[in-house]
């Protein structure tokens, strides 16, 4: 995950981290007895790092009046693609060793490194023809799609209107990918895992966290409002019962559609309020 260093010391964040890591984890190791909502935890991750991420950036354009998209990009892969080549590696050999149960191909392997894992095992792949444990490698392409494109797009969009203008922009894609996702889920031969991996309908959870980062600036202006306990108990109150409720309802059409929206706007006033709560918004 990446952070910009002025987000590094946010308590809460590490909070967030430490909500979304453990959901995950426990939602793969749970034996079905107890439902865990590990997809919960992926969107927070989500919502995460599109709010880190637009952070960085705005912060960039305000010191410089520009981002530089390419040293963005040179970052991104020092990060990423060491360690992703080593676990790949790894595993592929033990998959091919047959100490690994699964396939090991070399064209799963390329999907895999090059951050094209959803949708090869949406289209080319099934999960049974890649090794065992890769199949998590689709939330990293959902981020590194969006990686790909947001710097030049935010850039563009920075020179032209106004923060809270992109703000607004960012939300109407948030609505069209909802909508994508409804008409996806018309198809009669719908299948689940095409709007729960696929970056066309996923990356609404991160602009979710971009909508939160382009507003920041406004809500910093205007927090004395924020700061009444009713309001703070109110906003969490917000965040809390929209969460719950896209987790308590099991309607099949609902989970591929409308609770990803929800999810992400409910998680808007909670990070509002533990980052401010933090000191350091």
């Not at 009444?228 to 099991?250: H, K, P």
């Amino acid at each position: 995950m990446h952070c910009a260093n002025n987000e590094k010391i946010i308590p809460s964040l590490n909070g967030w981290r430490a909500i979304a890591v453990s959901l995950v984890v426990i939602g793969h190791i749970s034996t079905g007895y107890l439902y865990i909502p590990a997809g919960l935890g992926v969107t927070i991750f989500f919502f995460l790092s599109g709010f880190l991420i637009t952070r960085l950036l705005l912060n960039e354009f305000s010191k410089n009046k520009s981002i530089n998209i390419l040293k963005f990009y040179g970052r991104r892969a020092l990060r990423i693609c060491p360690p992703l080549a080593l676990v790949l590696i790894i595993t592929y050999s033990l998959a091919s060793l047959g100490i690994l149960i699964g396939v090991a191909s070399i064209k799963s392997f390329l999907a895999q490194f090059f951050y094209f894992a959803n949708y090869y095992s949406l289209f080319f792949g099934p999960d049974n023809q890649i090794p065992s444990g890769t199949g998590v490698f689709w939330s990293l392409a959902v981020e590194e799609h969006f990686y790909l494109v947001f710097p030049g797009i935010i850039l563009i969009m920075l020179r032209r209107i106004k923060q809270m203008q992109i703000s607004l922009i960012l939300f109407v894609m948030c609505i069209f990918i909802l909508a994508w996702r409804y008409y996806l889920t018309s198809s009669l031969v719908f299948n689940p895992n095409r709007t729960y991996l696929a970056t066309d309908t996923r990356i609404d959870s991160i602009l979710f966290g971009c909508i939160l980062a382009t507003s920041w600036e406004k809500i910093n202006k205007h927090w004395r409002y924020f700061k009444y306990t009713t309001v703070e108990i109110s906003l969490i109150f917000l965040g809390c019962t929209l969460l719950a409720t896209s987790l308590i309802i099991r309607d099949a059409r609902f989970r591929e559609t409308l609770r990803y929206s929800i999810q992400g706007i409910a998680l808007m006033p909670l990070f509002l309020y533990t980052i401010k709560k933090g000191g350091k918004g």
